[in-house]
């Protein structure tokens, strides 16, 4: 893994007049498909953990190019983090993944999105699953004390293809362990289940699967998921999303909103 970005990306630096514009402080490249990266945050900017903003860069035309990204670093946090897929001919990552500290993103200061806490009903379990860059706002939310003061139990899955891309989930899980600031917190109540579906690791196979046939439940020793107890927020393919919402909706899981909570809910991953 290295910690900057060899190519620097002229495209990357909007003009000194670009509204909204905030500084890249670190990228580090996971693999040739995955990268993170910090950012400036903006002194107005308030989030709730596991919601999204639009960031990107300037166009040739001078048009901001924008998407909407997962912020991955906690509420409480001086700069802000993103991890994202590398797509080489997508219009923003084929250029975004060139930037290097320094350089400067376009990010538009109105956080949105339904994978936060309001949206769901008390409960004792929180279930995350996420696949690929999915974790990105559950890296937010299990950074997040209050996560652990409204849950018993956290259970954060991640599914990716193979083992090297997981590097970014199991970091974020060992300095949670160790933070000064929130490692009391997760003590004992996070628990952290990845598996890959295309190269051999301790678990294998989709996160869909293992939940149908019982290997996720009996690996955790948790008998059964249920509206009473269980609430649960996914993150991932368009695909994943679709086939969690019916085995969520078959243990009796209702989908909540910021407007109607309830006991789960769904959002798209990053993809291009
Ligand atoms: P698979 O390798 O079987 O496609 P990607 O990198 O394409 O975003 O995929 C991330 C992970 O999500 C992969 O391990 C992939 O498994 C898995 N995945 C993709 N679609 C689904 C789905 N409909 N249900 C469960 N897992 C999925």
Redesign the pocket.
């Known amino acids: 893994m290295n910690d900057s970005s060899p190519v620097r990306a002229d495209a990357a630096r909007p003009a000194p007049t670009m509204p909204d514009a905030q500084t890249v402080t670190r990228v580090t490249h996971w693999t040739d498909r995955l990268f993170s990266f910090r950012v400036t945050r903006p002194r107005s900017l308030r989030f709730r953990s596991g919601e999204f903003v639009m960031i990107g860069l300037q166009k040739e035309d001078g048009k901001p190019l924008l998407r909407a990204y997962s912020i991955a670093s906690p509420s409480w946090e001086d700069e802000l983090e993103f991890y994202s ?1 590398k797509v080489p001919d997508g219009p923003l990552t084929s250029r975004l993944q060139h930037i290097a500290p320094g350089d400067r993103i376009i990010l538009r200061p109105k956080p949105v999105g339904t994978l936060v806490h309001d949206a769901l009903l008390p409960g004792r379990r929180l279930w995350f699953f996420a ?3 999915g974790i990105a706002p559950f890296a937010s939310l299990v950074r997040d004390p209050e996560t652990y003061e409204n849950y018993d139990q956290v259970i954060l899955t991640h ?3 193979d083992r090297a ?1 997981l590097a970014y989930g199991q970091e974020l899980v060992r300095n949670l362990e160790n933070d000064p600031l929130i490692g009391e917190f997760v003590a004992g109540k996070l628990r952290y289940y990845p ?4 190269q051999d690791s301790p678990r294998m196979g ?4 293992l939940l149908r046939d019982g290997t996720l439940l009996r690996d955790l020793g948790i008998d059964n998921i249920a509206p009473e107890t269980d609430r649960a927020m996914v993150c ?2 368009l ?2 999303n ?3 919402r019916e085995i969520l909706e078959g243990f009796g899981l209702r989908e909540g909103s910021n407007s109607a909570p309830a006991d789960y809910v769904v959002e798209k ?1 990053f ?1 291009g």
Do not use: K, Q, Y
């Open positions: 897929i696949t690929g860059t599914t990716c293809r891309e598996t890959t579906t295309r989709r996160i869909t699967t991932g393919s695909g994943l679709v086939d969690l991953a993809v």
